[in-house]
């Protein structure tokens, strides 16, 4: 079946760092990817998202791009902030049955930035 | 914009003990679900409801029960709760028409649950 597999942490950073959080997954047909980002205390929030192979997702300066030949979605963002600091997950979209989707999603990363 | 509303937001429960936790979207989706949220294990799916009238199982169905009440409300039911049933659990709605939002999950800020 369809799975998300994203490293593990919890990941450490200073202030202005370069962030990778690495995605790869599992899935049959053509899946849509997405980064969703939890703050503490909060739901999760949608944070990009890319539906086609090669696609780049971008928002708040990350950006992810959707590589079929690697089958990665992996995070990036150039210099990391204090408010940055939360739990990240990656997920796929998955065929439920008819015209049903559902979401699948890795384990999450925390990342914590100190400054 | 009150989105995705779940009740309560705490609750603690004696092993045995019922419960429904409620959630409730003002965005006029199709789409419902409620997952759990667990340390180490990311979020998986309990149950989920593509459309008004329609329930299905997800990852995690044992011990609870749904039921889509209307296109805006969708309840969780623990009938008899157990301490493996601790956990954060998070409602969500989505729309899947290919429009530009197609799998944007919004989620409600979700209900933390603790079995004695």
Redesign the interface.
Known sequence: GNSVTQMEGPVTLSEEAFLTINCTYTATGYP?L?W?VQYP??????LL?A?KADDKGSNKGFEATYRKETTSFHLEKGSVQVSDSAVY?CAL?SE?????????????TLLTVNP | NAG?TQTPKFQVLKTGQSMTLQCAQDMNHN?M?W?RQDP??????IY?S??EGTT?K?EVPNGYNVSRLNKREFSLRLESAAPSQTSVY?C?S?E?DRGPN????F????SRLTVL
Do not use: C, I
């Open positions: 849509s997405f969703y205390g909060e739901g999760l929030q949608l998202k539906t997950f979209s439920g049955g008819g015209s049903n989707y559902k979401l699948t999603f890795g384990k999450g | 995705v789409s679900y997952y180490g294990m990311g979020l998986r799916l989920y593509a459309s299905d997800g998070f969500a989505s899947w197609t799998g944007e999950l989620f409600g800020e979700g």
